[in-house]
């Protein structure tokens, strides 16, 4: 899964190598070839944690739309079809001129397959970190990937002139020459998780990627202010930033419509419809599914904390099970209890919804899994309080194990001067893999985390660790016992 928001001294120029065909693919590009709703190079452009892109290839309808969206340089291979070698050393030359004579001592390169459309933008950022001193490569099946790798830019224009032909140039050299001459201790490698090291030379390769390839999800970590209006501007905002870095659905915190602490009741009598109606509008503006924490009328002076779903395709509303009854908060006081389990399909990709305190209740999280959920989004305004960021992490990744899903949580960002009881969030929006592991967070500012799902990856997790099916068989031992 690829998340943002790496920050290393130096400049990151990422090289994408985009003239891929195989006999095997009937000739094809393979890098243009459409995989979860857009081509694997674009995929490729979007996860790469880069100051610079550079795609060398043939020339393509798409590279004026992309060198738009991403500020990619296009440059095409010289002579064309010469290897990729060659198209290697004309990316660098670009890459030359991009530091405009610049101290290139501590710019890296990152060597990557416009064919690869799983990269992972954290694994990525990780290899970059490696890539002062060292070459740092992807390993998927025990295999070095020669183009999911981070060169310092000295190191990678000393290895192409130590292979380059006696009479100049490197036309259909392998990229295995470029590495064979690297010392044992000039080369690490970086386990691949899920599917990440996947490239597409058969269509066999091809129809694992798209069973693999999820759905695009953004995290949107903001402050919620008590004016309203300025709630409405930061759902604008944030959703035409998702739309732009790709996403396919946006996940915003709890309560984003009005923080706990003001009239829940007003909120859902006066302003819901205003904010449903905004949702729906940038939905259907920027081709997106938009999940946001609202509050929607219930009984008496009640109402119910509701995420609404909204965006093509999708159309759904969970209302909050477990109430905040807690650390001295009494949130059934103002809140009424849903009852139900909701889940929405987003291209194939299951999403489960739970919000908040329900982090606290595993079976919840499990029976979503066992409806199909893949991954389960969180939204969040987690109570500030003593041990209460311990107590989230761990949470986080406890339901992650449970139900070997992937959650997703958006917190939101507290205030900087909030000095009241209810709770306004702290921040700490995370992306927790099916197995436990953290695999992108933020701190307590405003931010956004982007997140590629690995279906397979998810699948793997529930065959090495069949939970699901071992709490299915352990159930009915229960039942009987009671």
């Not at 969206?69 to 296009?74: D, I, L, M, Q, T």
């Not at 020669?146 to 000393?158: Q, T, V, Y």
């Not at 499990?366 to 991954?375: E, I, K, P, V």
């Not at 939970?467 to 229960?478: I, K, M, Q």
Request: proline share 5%; with cysteine.
């Amino acid at each position: 899964m690829a998340s943002d928001d790496d920050h290393t001294p130096g400049h990151t120029i990422a090289i994408v190598l985009a003239g891929g065909t195989s006999s095997r693919m009937g000739g094809v590009d393979k890098t243009r070839l459409p995989v979860a709703g857009t081509s694997s190079l674009e995929r490729v452009l979007r996860a790469a944690p880069a100051d610079h892109l550079i795609v060398v290839g043939p020339e393509q309808q798409d590279a004026a739309d992309l060198q738009a969206r991403y500020s990619a340089r296009f440059v095409r291979e010289d002579p064309p079809g010469s290897g990729p070698l060659a198209a290697l050393a004309r990316g660098v030359d670009e890459a030359k001129q991009l530091l405009a004579g610049g101290d290139p001592a501590f710019t890296r390169i990152l060597l990557l397959g416009g064919d690869m459309p799983l990269l992972r933008t954290e694994t990525l950022a990780a290899l970059r970190e490696h890539a002062n001193d060292r070459v740092a490569a992807l390993e998927a099946d025990g295999r070095t990937q020669f183009l999911c790798a981070a060169w310092p830019l000295r190191r990678l224009r000393a290895a192409l002139d130590a292979v380059a032909h006696p009479e100049g140039g490197w036309q259909d050299l392998s990229l295995r020459r470029l590495y064979a001459d690297l010392g044992p201790d000039e080369l690490i490698t970086r386990p691949a998780h899920g599917h990440e090291g996947a490239d597409m030379d058969t269509p066999e390769d091809l129809d694992q990627v798209r069973r693999s390839a999820g759905a695009r999800i953004a995290l949107a970590q903001v402050r919620i202010s008590e004016d309203v209006a300025d709630n409405f501007e930061t759902v604008r905002r944030t959703a035409a930033e998702a739309a732009e870095r790709g996403a396919d659905l946006l996940l915003l915190p709890e309560a984003t419509l009005t923080p706990f602490g003001t009239d829940l009741c007003r909120a859902a009598e006066q302003l819901h419809q205003a904010f449903e109606a905004l949702i729906e509008q940038l939905s259907a503006q920027h081709d997106l599914v938009i999940v946001a924490g609202s509050f929607t009328v219930a009984d008496g002076d009640r109402v119910h904390n509701t995420v609404i779903v909204r965006g093509p395709g999708a159309h759904a509303d969970y209302r909050k099970i477990h109430l905040f009854d807690a650390y001295g908060s009494r949130e059934s006081e103002t809140v009424a209890p849903g009852t139900d389990l909701v889940t929405i399909d987003l291209g194939g990709t299951c999403l489960g919804i739970a919000t908040c305190y329900d982090v606290r209740f595993a079976e919840q999280f499990t029976a979503l899994a066992r409806q199909g959920a893949h991954a389960i989004l969180v939204p969040l305004a987690w109570a500030e309080g003593p041990t209460k960021s311990e107590q989230l992490r761990l949470l986080l990744r406890a339901r992650a194990l449970d139900s070997t899903s992937v959650i997703l949580a958006a917190d939101q960002a507290p205030p900087p001067d909030y000095t009241g009881r209810a709770p306004r969030g702290i921040g700490e929006s995370a992306v927790i893999s099916p197995l436990g592991q953290v695999q992108a967070e933020l701190g307590r500012e405003e931010g956004m985390l982007v997140v590629d799902l690995d279906l397979a990856e998810i699948d793997d997790a529930r065959r090495s660790l069949p939970v699901l099916e071992h709490g299915t068989a352990a159930d009915d031992v229960f039942r009987r016992s009671s």
